[in-house]
């Protein structure tokens, strides 16, 4: 069983700082998921990784296959980006990241 | 409108009742599966399933049965509900386990 650790849990910010989500996971995987989830439930897909970097808008994503790491930035946040975001290393999914923007 | 379709969106049962969460897509993806979402513990995978007739277990399967009869459709069937499994259930689908995934808006059930 892939074990996922997500960091940190629980995160409170001011609108327009940079954020940074962790990821770590025990077994080696070919992808690697970043989804966020809103407050309604709505599930979204943010990114697909398998090696490297990938942007979208201010959503920056990155894995490290060797070191079973990836990281999530928000540049400029918003309180639009209020959601709890999950990393899922394969078919398995960390309990997320409940991220709260201030304004 | 394309993407994954779940029904219903609340329900209530009584313990050993049984029943039938729908999920439908219709982007022709090969890839489908199911989750629960319980607070604290995150999206567990349920079943999945990798094309039609093809299905396979995920970290929490029991009490839980699924079939994949077509590319579009990929029920899950409570046999006898208990209130343990009171969750948020949640379908989705993609091209291959390896792709974006497309999440359906979830089940809400309540077993008392």
């Known amino acids: 069983k892939n074990e996922v650790e997500q960091s940190p849990q629980n995160l409170t910010a001011q609108e327009g700082e940079f954020i940074t989500i962790n990821c770590s996971y025990s077994?080696?995987?070919?992808?690697l998921h970043w989804l966020q989830q809103h407050p309604g439930g709505g599930i979204v897909s943010l990114f697909m990784?398998?090696?490297g970097k990938k942007k979208h808008g201010r959503l920056i994503a990155t894995i490290n296959i060797q070191e079973k790491h990836s990281s999530l930035h928000i540049t400029a946040s918003h309180p639009r980006d209020s959601a709890v975001y999950i990393c899922?290393?394969?078919?398995?999914f960390g309990k997320g990241t409940h991220l709260i923007i201030q304004p | 409108n394309a993407g994954v379709t779940q029904t219903p969106k609340f329900q209530v049962l009584k313990t050993g009742q049984s029943m039938t969460l729908q999920c439908a897509q219709d982007m022709n993806h090969e890839y489908m599966s199911w989750y629960r979402q319980d607070p604290g513990m995150g999206l567990r995978l349920i079943h999945y399933?990798?094309?039609?007739?093809?299905?396979d277990q995920g970290e929490v399967p029991n009490g839980y049965n699924v079939s994949r009869s077509t590319t579009e459709d990929f029920p899950l069937r409570l046999l006898s509900a208990a209130p343990s499994q009171t969750s948020v259930y949640f379908c989705?689908?993609?091209?291959?386990?390896?792709?974006?995934?497309?999440f359906g808006s979830g089940t809400r059930l309540t077993v008392v």
């Open positions: 990784l398998s090696s």
């Open positions: 399933s990798v094309g039609a007739g093809i299905t």
């Open positions: 899922a290393p394969g078919l398995t």
């Open positions: 077994v080696g995987i070919s992808a």
């Open positions: 989705a689908s993609s091209p291959t386990g390896a792709y974006g995934y497309t």
